[in-house]
């Protein structure tokens, strides 16, 4: 056994929907972090030896393993294998814990793990449809959409709206600071895009945050899933466009390439968790990836609890008893928007640069998947 590294991370901004990336198709999105991972380090394309990308909606333009056509589209060598991973939200933080298994036995010992997510040109859900599982539906007569999971959380775990907003009013306001600080800066790749004149112009940050937001204005929006409910668009996972890659490497490959670690992959968990409510997977996903590093809450000096909706943080946070000013410190996904498959490692880069920023030791990033799932990483700067 040899230990896995990250050796970088970039990403694209993520840009609003139907906004910035509109004329950008979905396999040319993701050439472009993985491009500039390989070059930014110096290294030959035909030395990775398999591109693992997370992606939730595999229809139309994301169809057909894009994984595999972002390696042709990127003019890599056609050695280079690929393949696509669907853990729904948890797709593109799945991708970077599987090929970590696999560079610590030697399986390999030099990946890309990403994900991506093109929400204008692929909307969510253009993968549903037909008849549901008669078998599913008489294990689990009463499953139902994320939103109403969202609001099934909150009452069990007795979070009330203004908590939920105050939450989300904090994301906006984090996010505004880590943007003028520039705190993303080493992982951005600014992107060309064209305008509505057809001028080339340049998204060098995240454009989705809303710097203006006041409690007044989460207050009034009104409910998005439930007529009395508590969850709002304000509140919730905004829908974002974008991909992210890390480079990751053990032992030998550091050595062969002369490459220079960030971070090192301590352990990582998948759970499943209740159906129903079915967002409450970082909790039980969190104490298992801590088990399994022999860590303790305490020794995490950093946590991204992906912000699906507010009231999984706030759960998260208050039931393993975690300090919520360690959590989402620079915003989460209800200001810079959730691109599904892109997300995870997307968070892992952040939750890298933080790291190095404020010169802490261990980060936890953690998500809530559909259909009752969870993941966790730890990851150690070195």
């Not at 991972?37 to 393993?65: F, H, M, S, Y």
């Not at 010992?109 to 991506?116: D, F, R, T």
């Amino acid at each position: 056994m040899t230990e896995a590294y990250i050796i970088d991370t970039v990403r694209t901004p993520r840009a609003r929907r139907k906004g910035k990336f509109s004329g950008i198709h979905a396999v040319d999105l993701l050439t472009l972090p993985l491009i500039e991972l390989v070059k930014r380090n110096g290294l030959d394309p035909a030395n990775i030896e398999d591109v693992a990308i997370g992606c939730v909606t595999q229809v139309q333009e994301q169809a057909w393993c894009i994984a595999r056509s972002a390696i042709l589209a990127s003019g890599w060598p056609v050695s280079i294998p690929g393949v696509t991973i669907n853990r729904l939200c948890g797709s593109g933080q799945q991708a970077c814990n599987f090929l970590a298994e696999n560079l610590k036995t030697t399986n390999y010992n030099l990946a890309i793990a990403g994900g991506v997510e093109h929400m204008t040109r692929v909307p969510m859900f253009s993968d549903c449809g037909g008849e549901a599982s008669p078998a599913l539906k008489a294990h689990h007569p009463n499953l139902t959409d994320q939103g109403l999971s969202a609001e099934k959380l909150a009452d069990f775990f007795k979070i009330n709206r203004e908590d939920i907003n105050a939450f989300a009013l904090h994301s906006q306001q984090r996010a505004a600071i880590a943007k003028n600080e520039n705190r993303f800066k080493k992982s951005i790749l600014p992107v060309n895009y064209l305008d509505s004149d057809g001028n080339v112009q340049t998204l060098s940050q995240d454009d989705n945050p809303r710097p203006e937001t006041t409690l007044e204005t989460l207050h009034n929006l009104k409910p998005a899933f439930l007529a009395d409910g508590k969850l709002t668009a304000g509140n919730s996972s905004a829908i974002v466009d974008g991909a992210g890659t890390l480079l990751l490497a053990n032992d030998s490959s550091i050595k062969k390439y002369h490459l220079k670690p960030r971070a090192r992959i301590v352990a990582s968990a998948v759970v499943g968790s209740d159906p129903i409510i079915m967002l409450s997977g970082p909790i039980p996903a969190s104490q298992a990836v801590l088990k399994k590093a022999n860590l303790k809450i305490s020794d995490i000096d950093l946590w991204e609890v992906n912000e699906a909706f507010a009231p999984v943080v706030i759960a998260t946070y208050r039931e393993l008893g975690i300090n919520p000013e360690l959590v989402n410190v620079n915003g989460g996904a209800i200001a810079l928007g959730h691109p599904l498959g892109a997300t995870g490692a997307m968070l892992i880069g952040t939750a890298l640069d933080e790291l190095e920023r404020q010169s802490k030791k261990y980060a936890l990033v953690t998500m809530c998947i559909g259909l009752g799932m969870g993941i966790a990483t730890i990851i150690e700067r070195v």
